[in-house]
């Protein structure tokens, strides 16, 4: 496509890379805000609703909209120009949202990076919609990481242009060694982000309404073991899902705030968060990261030691296990973290160590318990 690239570099991703998901979010809010905007026009009356409708009669095809018109424009199936019209007159479609990503996806090796950037914020705006579902999820999972791969050969791709120029020019050149070193930044953060949200597909098929769940007084069984519990255990995984999962939390806290099963999710959401800025800290330097890098631990060993509190002196439930192994893994983390900033531990974490391995020990007949316990006991060893 003639002069792609040079267009494809105006999107603040490709400017920025280390802070992909802050400008990922600040679009995704566009498209919250076109669909509040036209359910707002919808209400009010019914002179502004015509006036909307007379406006939508043409599909934006330059620019990122809920319709998913511009992304339609560039697949080669018939099917998704004819989705995207009908998002146009349908905005709430759910159904239809998907099915454009999953077209996308049927020929993602094929379409560009601001195709991916697309479908995958097309596929969020559906995992942030009230009525969510394991399979938005999981679309949302592989569209982003379809997006992550694109970026980083983008950025690989510059890469080895400028690292030819410097090989072919053989002079120093201070501007190409500075933009090499930048770029090398990049491809590494994106690449670690790709490994680091990547997680395996739901199984199951399960759908919650969460303006539901809001009001109840209990929650169903069901929907906490097939919906809260599976859904959130993914979810953790899209940094871009905050209003959901806030909600999701919200309700467990408030249904089942003596379930350990609320802080494990929680933990590991916050160490998600954290791995993140830890990773941009390490790229190049930047102490606001590393700040809420750290600050993020804190949160996720807060909400992983509210379980464990639940828990009591020996886990014997699975949900018990689970909650005391997230803990043990959890203190490993950080104290790792500690020793790659050359940060001396505290004295408060190496107690939390002691805790975990003796919280440990009772079940330390399982391999996967095995294994964390005989970190952290290396970990004290060499503390000693």
Do not use: W
Not at 321 to 330: N, S
Not at 332 to 347: A, E, G, Q
């Amino acid at each position: 496509m003639p002069g792609y690239k040079e267009n494809i570099r105006e999107l603040k991703d490709i400017q920025e890379p280390l802070f992909i998901f802050k400008h990922l979010k600040s679009d995704l809010d566009i498209l919250k805000s076109q669909i509040n905007n036209l359910k707002s026009a919808k209400l009010s009356s019914k002179l502004l609703k015509g006036i909307n409708l007379k406006k939508r009669d043409v599909l934006d095809v330059k620019l990122l909209e809920f319709t998913g018109g511009r992304l339609s424009q560039s697949l080669k199936n018939v099917r998704a120009k004819e989705v995207s019209i009908k998002l146009q007159k349908h905005p709430e479609d759910s159904k239809s949202r998907l099915e454009l990503a999953e077209i996308f996806l049927q020929e993602a090796d094929n379409r560009s990076l601001e195709n991916s950037r697309d479908a995958f914020l097309l596929a969020m705006l559906e995992v942030e919609n009230p009525m969510i579902s394991t399979q938005k999820i999981n679309i949302a999972l592989e569209t982003q990481t379809v997006y992550l791969m694109k970026l980083q050969k983008f950025l690989q791709d510059d890469l080895t242009e400028t690292e030819s120029k410097i090989k072919g020019d053989g002079n120093v050149d201070a501007i190409l060694e500075k933009q090499e070193e930048k770029l090398k930044g990049e491809v590494d953060f994106v690449q670690k982000c790709v490994h680091l949200l990547k997680t395996e597909p739901l199984t199951s098929n399960y759908e919650l309404n969460l303006n539901k769940s809001k009001v109840e007084k209990t929650l169903p069984f069901g929907d906490l073991k097939n919906g809260f519990d599976p859904m959130l255990r993914s979810m953790v995984f899209l940094p871009l899902a905050t209003q959901n999962m806030e909600l999701m939390f919200d309700i467990l806290h408030r249904l089942e705030g003596k379930n350990p099963l609320v802080g494990i999710h929680q933990s590991k959401m916050f160490d998600v968060l954290a791995q993140i800025q830890l990773i941009i800290a390490s790229a190049v330097n930047e102490v606001e990261s590393k700040k809420d890098g750290f600050e993020n631990l804190a949160k996720a060993m807060t909400a992983i030691g509210g379980a464990v509190k639940l828990v009591g002196d020996i886990p014997e439930k699975s949900i018990e296990k689970a909650a005391v192994h997230r803990f043990g893994q959890l203190c490993y983390t950080i104290h790792r973290t500690y020793k790659s900033h050359d940060i001396t531990v505290p004295n408060d974490h190496v107690a939390r160590i002691q805790k975990a391995v003796s919280l440990l020990e009772p079940i330390a007949a399982d391999p996967k318990i095995q294994k964390i316990q005989s970190k952290l006991l290396y970990v004290l060893s060499e503390n000693n």
